[in-house]
């Protein structure tokens, strides 16, 4: 066996490896723990690495594969994975990023997680987030930021920002994340690297800690479309624990090569000139939409009149779901006690203010005044009316079109502190929450980076309900003109050699 | 900025989602809140007349019933497992009726 670069490897570079004996299974997860040491001391996107889970996981495959049976593995045998720290695995504490849940320790196996573990991949650790996903930065998360892969000044994007660095530094190929208002959509453009949010129902929510039940979906991060339409199949599906998952039989992979021409590909105008659109990340996006017409797309314009109401509606649902769905946290049947309080009203208190940081408590608040009597039909009836009046709009939109193109994100990523004010920072995510209100899925994808900034930049597709085939297909399109995801410059030598098949002697786990 | 809630509106929200708060914290809450209730101007601005309100994203889908059949779940063991203080196959709360005593 030779050395391999590890972090260049895809999927289905890991497969064929695999099936030509050019390393084991094994191999690869001492890789990829070489690595992630290597990277993860500046970047801190693992807030727990697992490396008995891999090697046990690796030894499954490569029994497998030595018994002639690696047909029999899933769509990542072999394949790294990192899970956003909301995502239970038995074995692991979940913390969601919060002292809330520090000392938690999953009972359980999330489905999404156990679906990664049933298709052969090795679950190398848990990510870190803003604090119950409440955050456009991972700043907010209670045990520290994680850094930009590009820039280590800057902030990864967030809520899933240590899922889209730890990808953007090569550490893993495949990493999951989850997006309420754009969590995976807009680290994803901060760190250049594709992410998923798929269709609302595609994917079970099944042991991720929840935050907007109508709004959250899991998905995944990876650096070309390919690995994350693998990793897509692996997730899909229907889970009887998930009320909201449906049935799925969609191969994502299968179209991707079939290019653009003849699609409909759907524009916004009022997205293109919306306030807070950066220059740089605008004429990334008009540069893509030109290619994709010389691709021979029917570039349509379509009209989403209702989209400016997208972010107050947002604001009042998904408080008001967190409010909720919050309120589990009570200090007696897990998550933090404050100690010594003689009646339970001050301990739930003191509890509650002692272990939510400043973001959730806000959220928190919020959704309690928007619930409460006198005030639920001021905001959050009419909220859900708008709602209405969204989804509508995406239907009427697609009517004209197959998959809208869009920005990402307004700007690339800022610097740590840069935004401290709450409502600037919610402006994040003025291009994906409507998305999310309307249930529809969508994906960041890379554009290079930024004639200014020189920081990756990203459009974003939409797709109607349930044909997250067609923003793939569309997706692999743009990826041929401007190639996969690079990992970043300062980590692409740093994690290159890291691939040296273990030595027959066992090395042991640890 | 308009004030949708005054302080002593926020004393009360906080008492009502279970929150702590200090002295030292309330006008700071105060004024993040107006500020973001603020922003939520445009919902009620809307001629929402006759328009039915959305609950759910895609509401034409139904919900995916299972078999209503037994199947494993937790031991009290393993749902007392994270508990921050347990007895006797319990959780251990302190007193919720006063003047009792924890032990």
């Keep these: 066996m030779s050395s391999f670069d590890y972090s260049a490897l895809s999927v289905d570079d890991i497969r064929s490896g695999l099936a030509a004996g050019d390393f084991k299974a094994r191999d690869i997860a001492e890789a990829a723990l070489t690595c992630i040491e290597a990277a993860d001391a500046s970047i801190n996107a693992f807030l727990q690495v697992t490396p008995d889970a891999a090697f046990a996981a690796a030894e499954a495959v490569d ?4 018994a002639g049976k690696l047909d029999t593995l899933g769509p990542l045998a072999g394949v790294p994975v990192g899970f956003k720290d909301n995502m239970n695995l038995l074995g692991t504490r979940t913390t969601c990023g919060s002292r809330m849940l520090e000392n938690y320790e999953s009972m359980y196996t999330a ?31 209670a045990f520290g930021t994680t850094k930009n892969p590009w820039d280590l000044e800057r902030v990864p994007g967030g809520s899933s920002g240590g899922s889209a660095a730890a990808v953007a530094a090569g550490m893993t190929p495949v990493t999951l994340g989850s997006d309420t208002g754009g969590s995976i959509r807009q680290p994803a453009s ?13 994917v079970s929510r099944y042991g991720v800690v929840a935050f907007g039940s109508s709004l959250d979906q899991v998905g995944p991060f990876a650096r070309n479309v390919r690995d994350a339409a693998l990793a897509l199949n692996a997730l899909v599906g229907h889970d009887d624990k998930d009320c909201t998952s449906q049935p799925c ?32 990340v605008g004429e990334a996006v008009l540069g893509a939409i030109q290619k994709l017409a010389a691709a021979g797309a029917e570039i349509v314009e379509v009209d989403l009149p209702n989209a400016a109401a997208a972010m107050s509606a947002y604001y009042v649902i998904g408080p008001c779901e967190a409010f909720s769905n919050l309120s589990r946290f009570d200090s007696v049947r897990y998550g933090f006690r404050d100690p010594g ?29 928007l619930l409460s009597a006198g005030v639920y039909n001021t905001y959050y009836y009419p909220a859900q009316q708008v709602r ?26 800022f610097k740590f502190g840069e935004i401290s004010d709450p409502a600037t920072m919610y402006l994040s995510d003025i291009f994906t929450i409507s998305i999310n209100i309307a249930g529809n899925g969508g994906m960041s994808v890379p554009l290079g980076l930024g004639s200014d900034s020189g920081l990756p930049v990203s459009a974003q597709l939409i797709c109607p309900w349930f044909e997250d085939e067609k923003m793939l297909r569309v997706a692999a399109a743009l990826e041929r003109e401007y190639g996969a995801a690079p990992i970043a410059p300062s980590y692409a030598d740093l994690t290159a050699s890291s691939g040296e098949p273990a030595p027959s002697s066992d090395l042991g786990g640890e | 900025m308009t004030e949708h809630v005054t302080k002593a509106d926020v004393r009360r929200i906080a008492e009502y989602a279970r929150i702590g708060l200090t002295d030292d914290e309330l006008p700071q809450m105060t004024e993040d809140l107006n500020s973001i209730i603020d922003s939520l101007k445009p919902i009620t601005e809307y001629d929402l007349e006759g328009v039915e309100p959305t609950f759910h994203p895609i509401g034409d889908l139904s919900n995916v019933m299972r078999e209503d059949v037994e199947g494993l779940s937790f031991t009290q063991e393993e749902a007392l497992s994270n508990a921050p203080a347990k007895q006797d196959g319990s959780f251990l709360i302190p007193s919720i009726l006063g003047g009792g005593d924890a032990s």
């Excluded at chain 1, 969204?390 to 009517?399: K, L, Q, W």
Aim: net charge negative.
């Design chain 1, 341 to 369: 309080h003689a009646d339970l009203g001050s301990q739930y208190e003191a509890s509650r203010s002692g272990g939510f940081g400043a973001e959730a408590r806000r959220r928190i608040m919020l959704g309690s005044y």
């Design chain 1, 249 to 280: 039989s969609t191969d994502f992979t299968a179209n991707l090569n079939e290019g653009v021409e003849g699609m409909r590909i759907g524009i916004v105008p009022v997205f293109m000139t919306a306030e807070g659109l950066e220059p740089e």
């Design chain 1, 190 to 202: 901060f760190c250049g690297v594709v992410g998923v949010k798929p269709t609302y129902g595609l």
């Design chain 1, 111 to 141: 489905t999404c997680v156990q679906r990664v573990l049933d298709a052969g991949g090795l679950p190398m650790g848990k990510l870190n987030m803003d604090e119950f996903a409440f955050g456009s930065s991972t700043e907010t998360s």
């Design chain 1, 63 to 66: 029994a497998a594969v030595a």
């Design chain 1, 388 to 413: 209405t009046l969204i989804t509508d709009d995406y239907r009427m939109a697609f009517g004209e079109c197959d998959c809208i193109l869009a920005p990402a994100s307004p700007r690339t990523a």
